[in-house]
């Protein structure tokens, strides 16, 4: 069994469901702390965070940061699964089991990684740290939102950000991520007149009145995105209305919306834009916002660059940059360093039922991660 299976395996064991990290992190700082890592554990609100840090040995070192997290999703029903999934199992070519995928394979590879790069470059010129944090699939506030505060406060610099984030969409190394979307999401309530729907005079309608301003806001265009980002989206998730009655007109109805935005717009854009639509309509409303992140992007880099030789050089494929899906941390991180990007296996069986990695791209994805220590690092 290789080095980082093995400790994939081990991480795999700690049913570390969000927010409970369940000592992964304690493993973790073992490894590191033995290879000369001075490791910090700040906690927040019952979740654990670690920041671990080698400093090189140029007076003007950069610092290349890994990034993730322990804490995992809920596992389902687990009479659904094929195998307990905190007993690692391996069956088909494949490695079985919660985080397997998202991303304790991710934080084993960074660890083994960094070990065989230390041995052979003790005397690296630039720095390198792990950012982890057991707050990632939850509400994200005590995680790395947290330790990004800690570090902006002690005026640590970072210059290069790898996020181990399950990227690859058919063969690893394919896809990686170097940008995020926003999210901004908001409850909009439209207000009518209660009454029975026999005297609909008597009344107003609030579905009635949405209605017209659903279809604009459905049809306009927010942007045309860019040379990385996808026009921004606009989409309803749930309408609430009624009584439950079928003979009683609603007072009012509220509408959940969320926005998936490029950096073509902001949160002020996109708020300002929405309320001068509403405020042409003649009715009464209240508008609640909730920012959900804001969107990052990595242009073309130094990092960026490093991370496709590494890929092309381990596994021969040519990597594409992409800025699709969800929110992650690195929207946190971005805010204080200049190029963050993420990379890690494939996708798949994220968050499924029978999550699971294939073997063979285990020892590959650890290698590339060691062939950007080299080339940024050492």
């Known amino acids: 069994m290789s080095g980082t299976l093995a400790l994939t395996e081990a991480l795999i064991s700690r049913s570390s469901v969000t927010p409970d990290d369940r000592d992964c992190q304690a493993l973790i700082i073992e490894r590191l702390a033995a290879i000369g890592f001075a490791c910090e554990t700040i906690a927040s609100g019952g979740v654990t965070n670690l920041w671990a840090m080698r400093r090189g040995t140029a007076s003007d070192a950069k610092l290349l940061v890994f990034a993730g997290h322990t804490d995992v999703v809920p596992t389902g029903p687990l009479d659904a699964w094929q195998s307990n999934p905190f007993v690692p199992t391996q069956r088909d070519g494949k490695l079985y089991g919660r985080g397997a995928a998202d991303m304790k394979t991710s934080l084993a590879g960074f660890v083994v990684a960094s070990e065989e790069f230390v041995a052979a470059h003790p005397q690296h010129r630039n720095s390198v740290a792990f950012l982890v944090t057991s ?5 994200a506030t005590d995680g790395t939102v947290k330790v990004v505060e800690w570090l902006e406060a002690r005026g640590e610099k970072l210059d290069y950000c790898v996020v181990g984030e399950p990227t690859s969409v058919n063969t690893l190394g394919d896809t990686v991520k170097n940008g995020r979307r926003g999210s ?15 005297y609909p005079h008597l009344a107003d309608n609030p579905i009635h009145l949405a209605a017209p301003v659903l279809t604009e806001l459905v049809a306009v265009e927010w942007d045309r995105g860019n040379e ?11 309408i609430h209305a009624g009584t439950g009655a079928t003979n009683v007109i609603p007072g009012a109805v509220t509408i959940d919306f969320n926005f998936r935005f490029s950096t073509e717009n902001t949160v002020d854009s996109l708020r300002n834009r929405m309320h001068a639509i509403l405020d042409t309509y003649k009715f009464d409303y209240d508008l609640a916002w909730t920012v959900g992140g804001l969107p990052f992007l990595t242009p073309h880099g130094e990092l960026s660059a490093a991370l496709s030789r590494a890929i092309r050089d381990e596994t021969g494929v040519e990597t594409a940059l992409s800025t699709t899906g969800g929110t992650s941390d690195g929207r946190f991180i971005a805010r204080i360093c200049p190029q963050v990007i993420e990379f890690g296996p494939l996708n798949e069986s994220i968050h499924k039922i029978d999550e699971n990695i294939e073997l063979a791209s285990i020892e590959p994805l650890k290698n590339i991660y060691r062939r ?3 080339q940024l690092v050492a």
Do not use: R
């Not at 707050?135 to 509400?139: V, Y």
């Not at 999401?185 to 029975?196: A, C, D, F, M, N």
């Not at 990385?228 to 749930?238: G, H, L």
């Open 228 to 238: 990385y980002f996808p026009a921004t989206s606009w989409q309803v998730s749930n």
């Open 372 to 374: 950007v220590l080299e």
């Open 135 to 139: 707050d990632e699939e939850g509400p």
């Open 184 to 198: 901004l999401s908001g409850k909009l309530t439209i207000k009518g007149v209660q009454g029975h729907i026999a």
